[in-house]
């Protein structure tokens, strides 16, 4: 990319003009100044324009390849998180199950401890 002007921005007065003392402007300055600020927000607005461009055409191609990599957008990750919780559900009953034969002492799968087999 070529190198973009710096936005002109107009630099406060250092030294206060009491009211008193009427400011003296030269037109063609502050002409030349409101051109140049002009010229560079008409810039700035192009270049934020061509990016805008750019980033919408790379954005549909990330769609379409989700898309064709089978992503459903709200549908698929509602479905996913149900598919998530119900394992996690499984698996703490299936850890709850486990505990609760221990403490019968049938051991783990109901298959009976190393104890239970030599009774």
Do not use: Y
Not at 37 to 42: D, G, Q, R
Not at 51 to 64: A, M, P, Y
């Amino acid at each position: 990319h070529p190198h973009q002007p710096p936005i002109a921005v107009p630099a406060a007065p250092t030294v206060p003009v009491p009211a008193s003392h009427p400011v003296v402007v030269d037109p063609s300055s502050e002409l030349r100044q409101i051109q140049l600020e002009c010229h560079s927000l008409v810039r700035t607005l192009q270049r934020l324009r061509r990016q805008e461009v750019r980033l919408r055409h790379q954005n549909s191609i990330l769609v379409r390849e989700a898309v064709e990599a089978g992503f459903r957008g709200e549908m698929e990750t509602a479905w996913a998180a149900k598919k998530r919780k119900a394992a996690a559900r499984k698996l703490a009953e299936e850890k709850e199950k486990k505990a609760k034969l221990a403490k019968k002492g049938k051991g783990v799968g109901g298959l009976g401890t190393k104890e239970d087999d030599e009774e």
